[in-house]
């Protein structure tokens, strides 16, 4: 290890040293992650995020391979295409004993294979004598680890921890213990499996003799447990075979696309393993966690958009997303979670600091947006698949969020919904954008006192309407009148307080005196997506939405461009979220204005094209667009993420004017549109109810054609141009 350079508690790594690339490759299943460097290995690079996680703890923090004591060289990093296994293959440099070359470089390669099944890390490593000569060589693992809590690695101090208890040595494992304050014992068991052999509480060596041409490969499992959990060993093999019963479930039941152009193929396939591999299954259904390394849990409103931007190729998933929403709806009232009765999650954590308060998203409910955005979802799940059977099981819990939202959700009943933390260590902002920066006025003051956010008020509105749609399917139609009023008559209430003409587009908010926060931004293009939008404000919002301030053709500003607190490098006010984009798209889309949503699919695309694996990643920064040259990446932001993986099939949605009608039995497509860089998109296994279609869109110079090449069972298929 020449290369690494330890001064006091700091380690330095020379310029040349392979150890510089802080590109991460991610594996993921179910609850358990792991964030390895290209090596496969868990190193003191990048933003100290490398590890294995199960629950909201790291229990391995340190995994390193050595061959002689030396870092083996890369040849390729390759995750397979559906995220499952991750193949790392490598040789050695020269490595000498004195002046005595014992292990020429290029003659030993080195291929491991990794995959993550039921909460162990499982490695192969397969080892191969490509010289003409005998080789005789020592294979070790370091290891260690910290068991920090999720929100430790990032960056929150605590002013105690729990026990490391004395690490138990076997012939073939070691047993690393650690017992939290929460009274868990947290384990992390590596199980090593060779012939010549020796396991110490920080290392593995292997004494490997092959012969010219030989092979051997060594099986290396790392399990994650603690004393509530109990986990089930398997092969390396037979771990493979359960990961791919799961993804081949997941292909079976999803619409699958293709189009003429390979690289817009590519950015599909991708979004498709990462929503796969993001995906949990969960007593109540498939639910996708929000993102990795620092979202890798249940969170109420990515879940809720990461669902509305896949229903049309996955509905199974936005039922999994219902049902775990209506389960864990909020019963009670609790200022320290901010639960209320009929209140949908925020977010939910498994670790030790959640279990023990010194942090309040165990089970924590403070978000203002994700109750609305259910009913949303419920009513499109509807319209989509016709699943009466599984609306009635949940009507309840719709009812529940409606009430929650005129009578917690409204504390002044002026007709808007608003939020105001209830504890101090609950979020600020409580809205998706939910820094604590992120609500504001012109002149740069932060909004205080219970805040109105813009886009809530359009999730409000919808949701109502929804609800009275369903409610007259329920027969109760003098609720359904009800809701109705109330929607019209928060639509005009709306229009009159929030559009803010000066600026062309509407406040992101309204603070507690009912002030206006005169700001551009894009939470306004949810509004459209709502259909809250009167009329007259639709071009101009649509204009405002589309300048060259806001949109910087790679997508939609947070915030535009001259504002005070406009930064494209802050969270939320300056950067751009793939999400934020596509239901902005989707608001356009709405009022018919398809050629600026291939525009906003175009600058997407383009983003993919940029960047590796055409992963798109949570957020990256506004500024200007150059041509010839890359968006500027956040440095911390989730990759994958749910909801920008998602993100490509609203776009495509959107440009395709693509709507389901259930109950009339009819798929339409308003208005189609396509852009310049595909000239044909193929939709296959495309379900509603019964019924299945394949068909295929192509551009012409004035329009886009459609043939359906499939069409099995009863439904009905509209092309609107």
Request: charged fraction near 25%; include cysteine; aromatic fraction near 10%.
């Amino acid at each position: 290890m020449d290369d690494v350079i330890q001064i006091d508690d700091q380690w330095y790594y020379a310029a040349g040293s392979q150890k510089t690339d802080s590109r991460n490759q991610v594996l993921k299943q179910g609850d358990t992650f792991a964030v390895l460097d290209l090596l496969g290995d868990i190193s003191r690079t990048g933003l100290g995020e490398q590890g294995v996680y199960h629950l909201g703890t790291r229990h391995l923090s340190h995994w390193e391979l050595l061959i002689n004591d030396r870092r083996p060289m890369l040849l390729n990093s390759t995750m397979k295409e559906d995220n499952s296994v991750l193949m790392v293959e490598l040789t050695t440099p020269d490595i000498h004993e004195g002046d005595r070359l014992v292990l020429p470089k290029g003659q030993l390669h080195a291929s491991r294979s990794i995959i993550i099944e039921g909460a162990i890390l499982y490695e192969n490593l397969r080892l191969t004598n490509y010289s003409n000569a005998p080789l005789v060589f020592e294979i070790k693992y370091h290891y260690a680890a910290d068991f920090f809590d999720i929100f430790e690695v990032r960056g929150n101090h605590r002013s105690r921890r729990g026990s490391v208890l004395p690490v138990e040595v076997n012939s073939d494992s070691a047993l690393l213990k650690y017992r939290g304050l929460d009274q868990i014992e947290r384990s992390t068991e590596i199980d090593v499996q060779g012939k010549e052999q020796t396991v110490s509480d920080k290392e593995a060596n292997i004494r490997i003799q092959l012969q010219p041409g030989e092979s051997d490969t060594l099986r290396t499992i790392v399990a994650c447990q603690n004393d509530q959990i109990p986990v089930t060993k398997r092969s390396h093999q037979q771990a493979i075979q359960q990961v791919s019963t799961f993804i081949d479930q997941f292909n079976l039941e999803r619409t699958c696309i293709e189009t003429s152009n390979e690289q817009f193929n590519d950015w599909i396939n991708r979004s498709t393993s990462d929503l796969m591999m993001l995906t949990s299954e969960t007593p109540h259904g498939p639910y996708p966690y929000a993102g990795v390394p620092w979202f890798s849990t249940p969170f109420g409103r990515d879940g809720i958009i990461t669902a509305l931007q896949t229903l049309w190729i996955h509905p199974q998933l936005s039922k999994g997303v219902l049902n775990f929403l209506a389960a864990t709806q909020a019963t009670e009232l609790d200022s320290v979670a901010e639960s209320e009765p009929g209140k949908i999650f925020h977010e939910i954590r498994e670790g030790e600091m959640a279990a023990l308060g010194e942090i309040p998203f165990r089970r924590y409910y403070g978000t203002v947006d994700a109750t609305p955005l259910f009913v949303i979802l419920a009513a499109h799940y509807y319209w989509r698949t016709g699943d009466l059977e599984f609306l009635e099981k949940i009507w309840t819990n719709i009812k529940r969020a409606i009430a929650w939202i005129d009578s917690y959700g409204d504390p002044d009943r002026d007709g808007f919904l608003e939020y105001m933390r209830q504890n101090e260590d609950g979020l600020k902002q409580q809205g998706w954008k939910d820094s604590d920066d992120s609500v504001f006025h012109a002149d740069g003051k932060n909004a205080e006192g219970a805040i109105a956010l813009s886009e809530v008020q359009g999730y409000v509105y919808a949701a109502k309407n929804r609800a009275a749609d369903l409610a007259e399917i329920f027969g109760e139609k003098e609720w359904a009148n009800q809701l109705r009023a109330e929607s019209v008559d928060l639509k005009k209430k709306f229009n009159e307080r929030f559009w803010v003409d000066a600026i062309g587009t509407f406040a992101i908010a309204l603070d507690g005196d009912k002030n206006p926060c005169a700001v551009k931004n894009s939470n306004a293009g949810h509004l459209l997506y709502s259909g809250i939008v009167e009329e007259q404000y639709v071009k101009r919002l649509a204009e405002t939405l589309m300048d060259e301030d806001t949109f910087n053709g790679w997508g939609i500003r947070t915030i535009s461009r001259g504002e005070l607190r406009y930064n494209p490098m802050s969270y939320h006010n300056g950067s751009i979220w793939p999400h934020d984009t596509a239901l902005c798209a989707a608001g356009l889309s709405r009022y018919g204005y398809q050629s600026e949503c291939t525009r906003l699919l175009a600058g997407m695309f383009d983003v993919s094209c940029f960047l590796e694996w055409h992963r798109l990643p949570e957020l990256f920064c506004g500024f200007d667009r150059i041509n010839g040259h890359a968006p500027t990446l956040y440095p911390v932001a989730c990759a994958p993420q749910a909801w920008a993986a998602g993100s490509v099939f609203m776009l495509l949605q959107s440009c395709l004017g693509l709507k389901f009608y259930s109950h009339l039995s009819e798929i339409r497509f308003e208005n189609p549109m396509l852009p310049p860089a595909i000239q044909w998109i193929s939709i296959k296994n495309l379900r509603m109810g019964e019924a299945t279609i394949d068909c295929t869109l192509r551009r012409h110079p004035r329009d886009v054609g459609m043939n359906v090449d499939r069409k099995e069972g009863n439904v009905k298929i509209v092309l609107v141009s």
